[in-house]
Every structure is written in structure tokens, then in C-alpha cells.
């Protein structure tokens, strides 16, 4: 099998190529080839079949048919601008979070001739940002999309081409809606969830980090290995499992700054605790509370997807993670 | 005000080009200036003021600058090729479903400058086409778009966009979910819906019409009147009233294809009804049950919006516009 990961250079795209050549399979399969696609050249994970690796804008017209010219059969569509920048770069925003995906569609779509038709399983990296205010305390499968944002925008209208794709048998799309990725490992990056990640991170290794919405803040979070085990079942669902509705809630845990401060001080005590700073910032707070609080991801829970469910794991997790290294 | 109808040579734009044009305003403002473009030349109603026609493919790189270079203070947009065709023509769909809906919101972001801000309302012909099965019974406002169809993801996918312009203030969105206009005038077009019409339309002038679905068939209607009434409301919300999910299920009557027959049995008697062959199509039969049967409007409701409340008043209303010349 051969697999294709775009965006293998981000935080996400390098743990799934990691643990696609760790394991070697996928979905029952042996995978024999990974090609590692992102703006710069991707970091070569220790593989025993072929790696290749590719860097590419995949908003040039010439992308796509460049990524899926050896036939991937199963892709990972994880390359993206993250939410600021898509609020602060209109343009940049739409072209590579939607225009860049439907020309992957259009290419995969193109590329299937009557003699050698081609299929690939895409699973593509949707977010919880396509759910907007007004919204329930939990988000049921059927909330319907009304994104606050543009990147949120973004992924919902690339999950409808992804659907109405597979729907007319172009490609095998799936969409995952991620939870908040927490804890996020290494440097801040121009997404507004930013502080859930650091009020941890930074104070397991005795830095100081600010909190810049109150502590009864609700969010729905889930680990990084989590969501590479997301990506690795989604690749083996079936048709019949999925139905006609491609577009998946995943599973995450839903809890306060409160109970993230909890868990940090029973894993670091109060010591790290106190390495928290409280600077309120309106703006990220009025932004925050746009953001989904909890979800009932019934469909995906069905499917055997799984998050964690405490902040203890999620802590946990980033221990551990931080004791694999990654490149 | 200045007033641009895109589709002024449809069904519906023809009727809204004539309702403005006979009431000589909109939203307690008078129309000085009617702009009526579509493929063809449309029809040039009766009008005290301006009236400017345009012929133009609304998919060509420079039609959406032209619609918009005299700044109109509202827009109808109601240009689209029909489901049937869009599912037979893939990528005209998406080109004039999508692309020109999009070109139109960019010329409009584009037009703006710090001296000269412009954001005119733009009233989107969107449709239930938006939904597709599995869902319950009646549909509710916050229920999700799963559309079924290539047309329904296009109107989905404009609708998103829709709503990120105006949340950005680059336009002033409004997408209205039309019910399936029933009974709609003039000759059967590539819509799979038709049959609704059909049933009706062709017994009232003494012609035989195909039911090819069973008449426990239910679905959701509203007449071309209300449909231009819908169009002319939209035109008035504040953005107060609106809020921010600009998209809304317009009200409709749902209605079975038994309570179509009983109406137009009450109408024009037993002999009409007899005309009603009933040649089963199976392929329409699958389809139609993808569509939806009912809807609780609430919001559209609570705005003002209404449509009749029984085919009596639908048949009425296609009566009463058959007396009115259209063009």
C-alpha cells in the first residue's frame, strides 16, 4: 500500500508518519511506500519500505496532479493555514484551506480513466471550528455547520465537495472534525487555542504561561495521540459503517480551565501551578466563547473511535509523547 | 435604490422583476433603477424608472464586475442551472452553481475602498436541495446540511461563503431556502421535482400529466407568489433580526401527493383528476425519497415570512397568476 500524508511537516502530519512507519500497516495492509508531502521537505521517519518526500505550495496549479501522480491508495489531508492566519489573510485563507483541497479532489477525480480507475481513501483534517454560536451545551451529529470563522468556513464547505466527491464515486472521503489538539507540544503557533496548550505545557518544564480567559471556561480537547489513532481508524471504515454522511465528530473530552488546572497540580503540583499567569485578554475571550464546549459524538463513538477522558490522561499522553522523539 | 435581479429570465426572477417593477419599491424605499441580467436578454416589465437588461454567462471571468460595476444597493441572486442538470454536468454545476457565486461575493469584496465602502444586500436563491436523507420527520433550523446532490452541495457551499462575506462585511447575505415552488408555470424543465407541478398544472387545462411516485409521496411546496414574497421580506431583515446564521428554511406546506389530487379534485372536479396517469419511475421514486417531507421554519417564521397553508391556496394562487400576464 502506498500512503500519502500532506502536511507531514506539521505537528500532527509528523506523528502520523511516524506511526504509519513504525507500524507498517495500515488497515490490514502492509504499507510498502509513504509519500511525505508539506511546504518544506517533511523530516524522513525510520521506515523499512520507501519513503518519498515532497515539497511543494499546494496552492500552484501543478500541486495536486504532482501529489497523486504514483496513485496513493489511502491520503491523509492534514495540510492547512490554522485559524488566525485564515482570519488575518482572507485570500491566503481561502486558497490554501479550500481551493488547494478541491483541486486534490478535481486531480484524484481527473486521474480515473474507464481501464485504470482510482479511488483513493482521502481523510481529510476537519475541525470543530466548522460549529458556530448559537449552539447546544453538548453538539449532536446533526448541529448543523455555521462557522464563525473563515478557516472554520473553510473546512465546512471542503467537507460538502468531500462528500458530494464520494457521494459520486470520484474518490472515498472522509472528514474528521478534531477536537482542540491539547497538549500541543513545541512553540506557539498563530492559533487563538493556543493558551489551552501552554497553561500545561509550559509549566511541566517550569515556565510561566498565561491564562487569558477565566478558569470556567469549557472547551472540547483531545490528546495528539489520539488523534493520530483517529487518522489510522478512519482508514479502516466501510462504506456501509460510514453511509452517505462523510463528515465525522470525533470523540474528545470536554473540560474546564478548572480541571486542566487540577490535573496539572496532581501530576506537578502546586509549585507549576503557580507558574500560571492571569493577564485577561477580551478579544481571545470573546472568541473562546464562539467556540464548542462539549459534543455527543455518537456516529464516531459507534465506529470505535476513542479520545480520553480526563485531563489526567491528556497530561499523561504529553508525557509520554515528549519521551518519543519525533524526528 | 438600484436593484440587480441575476436569473431575471426565470420562473421566479421574470415574477420578481414584476413585482418590483409594479410596486416601485423595496423595504419602504423607491426603486429608481431596475438591472435585470441573466443568459438571455430578460424581459423589460412595465417601470416608471431605469431599466437596464444584460445578456452575459454569468461563469465569464469579467461577468461578475459587470453585474456590480453600478453598485446596486440590493441583489437578487437567483442564477443556477437546475439539479437534474447539475448532477448530469458535473463541472458546469460547480462553475455556475458555485464559482459564479463566489466571483459574484469577490467582486463585491473587491469594489470596496476606505472612500467608497460598499456592501450592498445580497438575497441568495438557496434551496431545501441543502438537505439530504437520514432525517427526522420535520426538519429544524439548526438541523445540517447533508446534501444528497451536486446541486445541493453547490447551494451548501454558497451558502457558507454567503455567510463568511457578510460576517467579514464584505456583502450583507441573506440565503433563502426555497420550498419546491409548486404549481410552477410554463413548461416541465430538467428539474426531477417537476412531476409536482405537472400533476396540477397540465388537468387544469384539461391535459393528461404522469404521476411516476407513489401518492403517499409528502413533501414541502410554496407557491411562486409566496416564493416572491419571501424574495421581497428578505430585502427588509435588519441584522439584528438576523443575526449571525444568515441561511433560513423559508415556510412551506407540506403536503402529500394524495392531498395534492384532493385539491385538485376540490378545484376542477373528478374529470381533471382523471387525467393523472400513473406510470411508476422508480428512479424518481429513490431520488424523491432522499428529499425532505417537512420542515418547523421557526425562525423564518418568527421574522414574518409565510406561504399558504394548504394546496387549496396554491392552486388559487397559480390561478390567479395565470390571469396575470408575465412578460
Redesign the interface.
Known sequence: MHVLIIGAAGMLGTRLANHLAARGILNGTAIHHLTLADTVVPPTPAFQGAVTTLALDISHPDAAAQLIAARPEVIFHLAAIVSGQAEAE?TTGYAINFDASRALFEAIRLAATATTPYTPRLIFASSIAVF????PAQIA????????S?YG?QK??TE??L??YT??GFLDGIALRLPTICIRPGLPNRAASGFFSNILREPLVGQPANLPVPDTTRHWFTSPASAIGFFDHAASLTATML???RSLNMPGLSATVAEQIEALRATAGTKAVALITRTPDPAIAALVNTWPQDFTPARAMGMGFRSETSFDQIIAAHIEDKLTPIT
Open positions: 482572507f458556530g454560536t448559537p449552539f451529529d446533526d448541529f448543523h455547520t455555521t462557522p464563525r473563515s468556513t465546512a464547505a460538502l465537495l462528500n458530494d457521494r459520486r453511509g452517505p454522511q
